[in-house]
């Protein structure tokens, strides 16, 4: 069988880097899934959850921030701005940056497109949290 | 004999202040083994823009993004300039400001109206001192920026740019090359020189991709990833060279004091044998003239 391996990066650091069974990343207009044998691609994130799978079979999460997908032979790379574990966001801060992105009054166009992204983001991330 | 209580005096302050300078230097080398990781991991984010950046590039379509138009008149540029927050670091923060100060000169020179924006308390207070108008100033990024900090700055610079409120972005920062080679430029940053950094792939002739949504909207996202990728690693660089010059500073402040130790000790032995010799020469004089 073909082999797949992920890497995660963000401008910060390198979060991941080991072979995977299969992947599922939030593309900017839907989820995408990426199984071993998937031909190049060159895709634009959303905000949204990463999953993938391992070859043992556990699953593990992540909370990522727009950026970009490429696959390339049989590495998957996913570049973000930010990225973490889905277990580690606790449902109180994500609540929190949620009411404060809420609160926002954008004045201008550009000031709206900040603030409606920002609210994207606040959701998305109490949609994942798991933690109090 | 006040001479020589003088010598242990200077001799103990010779000593002590090389305990400080000595634990400096080992705190600046753990500070830059640190800040060195950080530039190394960042550096994997940098390259991978570039892969797919050059990969773009295969896929014949027209590079075009208003952050890579150079605009015909230059009339407001932004000059940020990143300076340590902390001195005892050499030439480390005098060789940014100098060279930011003749770049200052030339702008007002050609009249160009310049939004100075600075980070680190030591090149605030030096352009405070020049009387050198400041619009913004920074303290906060210190010996490990965070790129949630970072990217605020650059979203501002990449709006502003693009909706014409400043024509050019300079960066004047410390540049890393190697740990034993950092010096102080000043770059452009907006609008883009060239993008992917010249890292060009050769060795695959070609990968046919499918681009989501398009080649083009694929581009417009990525160009100004790459500019905050770019401004990050400014900082980044920034970081690790302060580090560097702090630990080259303070090891020559060390060796400094073991010389100084050692020549003040020599001094304090030489007048204590002359004590002695003195006072031997006494009793020798006065037992020669009792006898």
């Known amino acids: ?132 | 004999m006040a001479n020589r209580r003088l010598l242990v005096k200077r001799l103990k302050a010779v000593r002590n202040i090389r305990k400080i300078t000595r634990t400096m230097e080992l705190i600046a080398t753990s500070r830059f083994k640190k800040a060195m990781d950080r530039a190394t991991e960042a550096a994997e984010y940098t390259r991978k823009i570039s892969e797919i950046v050059a990969d773009l590039g295969r896929a014949n379509l027209k590079f075009s993004h208003p952050l890579l138009e150079r605009r015909a008149e230059e009339k407001r540029s932004v000059l940020l300039v990143l300076t340590a927050n902390r001195g005892l670091c050499g030439g480390y923060n005098a060789s940014i400001l100098r060279q930011s100060l003749a770049h200052i000169r030339g702008l007002n020179e050609k009249s160009i109206e310049l939004q100075l924006e600075v980070s680190g308390k030591r090149g605030i207070k030096f352009l405070n001192y020049q009387k050198v108008p400041i619009h913004a100033q920074y303290t906060t990024f210190d010996d490990q920026p965070s790129f949630a900090a970072v990217d605020e700055l650059g979203t501002r610079y990449a709006e502003d740019f693009m909706a014409g409120r400043i024509d050019r972005l300079d960066v004047a920062y410390t540049k890393f090359v190697t740990s034993s080679k950092q010096f102080a430029v000043i770059e452009t940053l907006l609008p883009i020189a060239g993008l992917g950094g010249g890292i060009e792939t050769k060795s695959e002739a070609g990968v046919d991709y499918e681009f989501l949504p398009s080649a083009q909207e694929i581009l417009a996202e990525i160009v100004p990833a790459a500019f905050r990728a770019k401004l990050f690693k400014c900082f980044l660089d920034a970081s690790v060279s302060e580090q560097i010059a702090r630990m080259v500073a303070m090891k020559g402040a060390t060796e400094n004091a073991d010389e100084m130790a050692g020549s003040l000790k020599q001094q304090y032995n030489r007048a204590r044998q002359a004590g002695i010799t003195s006072e031997l020469a006494e009793i020798i004089g006065g037992a020669a003239a009792l006898g």
């Open chain 1, 1 to 132: 069988m073909a082999e797949l391996s992920l890497v995660l990066v963000t401008p910060e650091r390198t979060l991941f880097d080991r072979q995977v069974a299969s992947i599922r990343v939030p593309l900017f207009d839907g989820s995408a899934g990426f199984y071993p044998g998937r031909a190049p691609l060159v895709g634009r994130l959303g905000i949204g959850e990463l999953r993938l799978t391992e070859v043992s079979g556990t699953v593990e999460s992540y909370f990522i921030d727009g950026g970009f997908v490429q696959v390339k032979g049989t590495v998957v790379s996913v570049l973000t701005n930010a990225a973490m574990l889905s277990s580690e966001i606790s449902r109180k801060s994500a609540g929190a940056k949620l009411q404060e992105a809420k609160a926002e009054l954008a004045k201008t166009d550009i000031e709206y497109v900040a603030s409606s992204r920002r609210l994207e983001k606040a959701r998305k991330m109490l949609a994942l949290a798991s933690k109090d």
